[in-house]
């Protein structure tokens, strides 16, 4: 079966402090991933994807992701959180070729002043 | 800027009476889809279209009903709102290409009472 796994449902990280949001996957064929976020009451807030090409991924507001074929894995990474981050974020795939997106459960990121 | 809008934000509505809710996008994308999601789960797949065709997921109720009368907007209806349904839908489109990537919707928040 095709399915994302965000083993997480809360992370915890300080302002400032390095973040790291992780994902792995199982798909058949070539994984198209994605990340976003989501804000209270708000729809999915599109931060960045990867096809092909390039491992390291970067988005917006300055996430970035990682792309690991052997660890079946896409985490998201921040170098440095604001408190701003906060929110919930899902990971995303979507096997080659195949038009449905499949989701995480969610991880819920906390940024503490 | 080119977009997805879903019309209203929040809605409420009574128990069994018919309720529509409307997606429009500027992105003259041919894949459209509607979401549910409840409580801050990942987002289910209800159905989407590939151009005029349909394609509904095999576990969505028959309570829920889809029209796209044309490429820039798609209906969701749901014939007898129950408590269960109440939700935030949320619509996204589907970029091919180099415009590959999903774009979602702000949603629209649905209260049944």
């Known amino acids: 079966a095709q399915s994302v796994a965000q083993p997480e449902d809360q992370v915890n990280v300080a302002e400032g402090n390095p973040l790291t949001v992780k994902c792995t996957y199982s798909?058949?064929?070539?994984?198209?991933l994605f990340w976003y976020v989501q804000y209270p009451n708000r729809g999915l807030q599109f931060l960045l994807k990867y096809i092909t090409g390039d491992n390291l991924v970067k988005g917006s507001y300055g996430f970035e992701a990682e792309f690991n074929k052997s660890q079946t894995s896409f985490h998201l990474k921040k170098p440095s959180a604001l408190v701003s981050d906060s929110a919930l974020y899902f990971c995303?795939?979507?096997?080659?070729?195949?038009?449905?997106?499949?989701f995480g459960a969610g991880t819920r990121l906390a940024v503490h002043p | 800027d080119a977009m997805v809008i879903q019309n209203p934000r929040y809605q409420v509505t009574q128990f069994g009476k018919p309720v529509t809710l409307s997606c429009s996008q500027t992105?003259?994308?041919?894949?459209m889809y509607w979401y549910q999601q409840k409580s801050s789960q990942a987002p289910k797949l209800l159905f989407h279209?590939?151009?005029?065709?349909?394609?509904n997921e095999a576990d969505t109720p028959d309570n829920f009903q889809s029209r796209r009368p044309n490429t820039s907007f798609c209906f969701l209806d749901i014939r007898s709102p129950g408590l269960g349904d109440a939700a935030m839908y949320l619509c996204?489109?589907?970029?091919?290409?180099?415009?590959?990537?999903?774009?979602f919707g702000s949603g629209t928040r649905l209260t049944v009472v």
């Open positions: 798909v058949s064929g070539n994984p198209y």
């Open positions: 992105l003259n994308h041919n894949v």
């Open positions: 995303a795939v979507t096997p080659g070729g195949y038009n449905k997106l499949i």
């Open positions: 996204a489109t589907r970029g091919t290409g180099a415009n590959y990537g999903y774009t």
């Open positions: 279209y590939y151009d005029k065709d349909f394609n």
